[in-house]
Structures are given as C-alpha cells and as structure tokens.
C-alpha cells in the first residue's frame, strides 16, 4: 500500500514540472529513499517536506511564486540518485536540490550539484562530514541526527547517569557513517575515563543479532550504545534483553522510535534526539498531524519532523532569496540562514558562511517511565556549540 501512494506522489508531483511552471514558479527538486531498504527512516521526512510545500501554496507560496515539488525515487541507491540529479539539474532545472536518502547516495549528488552550481540540501539524511566547519560552500544540513555530536552528548549523559567507573560496549551497523559514530562514541568514553569492554560492528544483512550480543556481554558492560540505522540499535538492545543483561541501553532517536518506546516499555533504554517527541502535542506537532490526517498520509506524524524543518527551511531560504530566483541566490540566501524550528527542537538552526550544520546542537533525552506509563524527559534539552 506504501509503495503505491509513495509512486503516485512522485508522479504526481513531476507531471506539475512543465516549462512555463519551471518559469512561473520556484522549482525545488528532491532525491528520496521512498522505496528500499532506507525508507522506513527517511521516505517519512520526504512525505513531511512535501505536505509542508503543499500546505505553504495553498497559503499563497512565497514572495507571491508557488514551489513547485519534484519528487524522485532512489531507493537509497547511488546509481539511481545520480541519474535523478542529473534529471532534476538539466531537465528540470531546479533551484534548489534536496537530498532524503541514505549516505550511498551523497557522493554522486554532491558532484552533480556542484558542477551544475545548485546548493544542495541534506533534509532527513544524516549530515555529510561537508557541512561542518569549514563548511562546502553548495551544502547544507538540516537534519536532526549527527553522528560525532551525538556520540558527544550521548557519552556525556551515561556519566552523568553513572559516573566515569564503568563498563561501555559500543554498536553500529558496519556501515561507514555508523563506524563514524561509533568511533566518535569511542574516543569520547576514553576521554571521560570509561572502559570500552567491546566494540561491535554488526553487518547489514544480519538476521541473528545473538552472537554479537553474546561478545558484548562477555565484558560485563554497565552500559551499551548504538548509534546506527534502526533496525542495528533496537536489534542489538532485543538480543541483549534475550540474554538476561539489565544495563542501561542508549540509542539515537530517529523517525521510527517514538512508537518503539511505548511498545518496549523498558525503563532502561534511554533515547538521546534532537527532535521533540510527539507525545508533548506542540502546536507544530498538532499541524504536521492535522497535515497527515488530511492528505491520508501512511506515514505517522513523527516520523515527519525532519522533512517539516526541512520544508521550513526551504521557505525560509526562498523568502530571503527574493524574486526573480537563481541558484546562486539561494546559495547566497543559505550561508547565513536562521530558521524557526517552532520547538521541534530546543532552538534555531543557524547557519553561516563557515558552518553549514548549524552553530548549536540541542538534545533530549527520553525514557519509558513505568510508574507514569507512558514516555517521559530523562534529560531536558541541553545544547552544545558547534566549531
């Protein structure tokens, strides 16, 4: 049922790409995991992003001009993403290039987009090492999870919870952006005094993830972190469980853990995330979900947030890019951005010339509570600079 609403969209969307809209419009194009083994964390950040443009042009657009939306499918695959850029560049001519995908597809877009001289913007992908000081000057980053800055904060909030004295076992995916994180993860538990008992990095295709529970057990760890795709960190936290160890269990929170929580119910697994949880009810949260409930979306409002920022960005970057638009423009328009999250997270994105990422990063930390039953603040927003 997913995949064919997810087609239709993006048919739909590229039928309204003609020339004489090209002209009239602003014309925005995106690359987007709708489909794959990625979709179930990314293609909820693309549905976001296109409810919020739908929503910003029945409200009249920006500077008078609608944003007319191409959405192309990539299936988290760098092939195809390469050949959507290249659509979207040289047929479509898009202003601005959005990137919702997975990390196998950035290398081949980034070159596209840069050749064509078209900032590119990574909305519900994690962030490329680019958009870091010093920041690629065409790239940009939304996006709610990072892998170094994660793992800063997550180790950080384990010795808060319990001290330096401890046992840590370390997760991740054995894919390069995960390893990243988990080598950051690495390198700040050894500076906090902490002693790393194991370090596992589990393969994509894993069906059993016991023995690789069995190895980080076998060091009697206080505490494990993973930090990767979510079937890695709520696989290894199961496989764990399975075998007895009642330690605490850290995790990044992405679109789909909300809902795991209150399924898992377990006290212990604590998610570290930059996004408010739904469960709050935001204002915001209230219009993504009203915006879901009217377009019959199949995806779940929480699993929207990082596409809803990134819609907000692109109409924020629009508006101070003015009218007539250019590529360059916006570019110019990005470098020095400050967006209104509108409390999806604990404060702006802010970008400059040199920062690309943006010059805070606030997280929370959630937990299942079992004398409230239901999820609760383990740790209120704290934010940390960005250099």
């Known amino acids: 049922m997913r995949k064919i609403s997810l087609t239709i969209i993006a048919v739909g969307l590229t039928l309204l790409a003609a020339p004489v809209h090209a002209q009239e419009t602003y014309v925005v194009g995106m690359s987007a995991a709708l489909t794959g083994p990625g979709a179930s964390t990314v293609a909820g950040a693309a549905e976001g992003a296109r409810l919020y443009i739908e929503r910003l042009n029945k409200a009249g657009g920006v500077n008078g001009r609608s944003i007319t939306l191409i959405v192309q499918d990539d299936q988290g695959e760098p092939s195809k993403a390469a050949a959507n850029a290249k659509k979207l560049l040289t047929q479509d001519n898009v202003s601005l290039l959005i990137n ?60 808060q919870k319990s001290g330096s004295n401890i046992n840590i076992g370390l997760a991740a995916m054995a894919i390069p952006v995960s390893r990243l994180g988990i080598d950051a993860a690495e390198k700040f538990s050894a500076e906090a005094g902490m002693k790393l008992i194991a370090k596992e990095n589990i393969p994509p295709a894993t069906a059993d993830y016991t023995p690789f529970a069995t190895k980080i057990m076998e060091g009697n760890p206080d505490w494990v972190y993973c930090w990767a795709p979510w079937v890695t960190e709520i696989k290894t936290f199961g496989a764990l469980r399975k075998l007895g160890w009642k330690g605490g269990y850290a995790l990044n929170v992405l679109p789909e853990t909300e809902g795991e929580l209150v399924q898992i119910k377990d006290s212990e697994l604590y998610a570290m995330g930059t996004n408010a949880m739904f469960f709050e009810n935001l204002p915001v949260q209230k219009e993504i979900a009203k915006a879901a409930q009217d377009a019959a979306s199949t995806y779940k409002p929480e699993q929207m947030s990082d596409g809803w920022i990134g819609g907000t960005t692109i109409e924020t970057a629009l508006k101070a890019a003015g009218w007539p638009v250019t590529p360059t423009k916006i570019k110019e328009a990005m470098s020095t951005l400050t967006i209104d999250t509108k409390g999806l997270r604990g404060g702006p994105i802010e970008w400059t010339k040199d920062n690309h990422f943006r010059t805070k990063q606030y997280y929370r930390v959630y937990r299942w509570s079992s004398a409230k039953n239901a999820i609760e603040v383990a740790q209120d927003w704290k934010d940390y600079i960005v250099k």
Request: proline residues 10%; glycine residues 4%.
């Open 100 to 159: 919702t995908s997975l990390s196998s597809t950035f290398a081949p877009m980034i070159a596209e987009a840069q050749r064509a001289g078209v900032p590119l913007l990574f909305a519900g992908s994690v962030c490329p090492p680019e958009v870091y000081p010093p920041a690629n000057e065409f790239l940009f980053c939304t996006t709610s999870f990072s892998a170094a800055h994660d793992a800063r904060a997550t180790i950080d909030f384990i010795k």
